[in-house]
């Protein structure tokens, strides 16, 4: 994990935030029925860091190698512009959303958890492991969160980045009235 104050340069460039879904907006858990239907909780937190984020005029996307409705609900609702489930090979998906937001890989953060993760964090500005990730996606890390996926850790990154970017006081104008 770098310096702190190196971590404010790459965060200060990131205009598109990518990641992974179950183990970073999740836990990681995820719930079968008897259906087919799956079960995923994401925090309320993480979802307002998005919209925040959002709000600023930066971009997110989700690029996963599983596919299920409850994400495409949740990015439909979170704004969340980019949504690649079913990633088999998730560095096509991650060149896919490059060219087609115009984001550079050095504009990029990507929030990651396990092992499938680490290329694409290799290849951003802004490499993210949240704190329960495994040891080998913590090392390919510029910044390993202080909560874990499911928890708080995107909103923690989403913050992190504003606030490097000089965006977070104007964005808590409309909350705290001083």
């Known amino acids: 994990m770098e310096h702190f104050v190196e971590i404010e340069r790459r965060a200060a460039r990131i205009r598109l935030l990518l990641m992974d879904c179950d183990g970073v907006l999740t836990d990681g858990r995820i719930e079968l029925h008897e259906s087919g239907d799956e079960k995923k909780s994401f925090h309320v937190r993480d979802g307002h860091g998005l919209v925040l984020f959002h709000r600023a005029g930066l971009s997110s996307g989700i690029i996963s190698g ?52 680490i290329p694409l964090m290799l290849r951003s500005g802004f490499a993210v492991a949240v704190a329960d990730a495994i040891e080998e996606t913590r090392a390919a890390a510029h910044y390993i969160t202080q909560l874990p996926g499911g928890f708080g850790a995107v909103r923690e990154v989403c913050e992190l980045i504003l606030k490097a970017q000089g965006r977070w006081s104007e964005l808590m104008e409309r909350y705290i009235k001083r």
Do not use: C, P
């Not at 299920?68 to 949740?74: D, E, H």
């Not at 489930?85 to 958890?113: H, P, R, T, Y």
């Open 66 to 117: 599983r596919t299920s409705q409850a994400v495409v609900m949740r990015a439909a609702d979170l704004g969340i512009k980019y949504v690649r489930q079913g990633a088999l090979n998730k560095a096509e998906a991650f060149d896919e959303i490059l060219k087609e937001s115009g984001a550079e890989e050095s504009e990029v953060a990507f929030i990651g958890d396990d092992v499938t993760d």
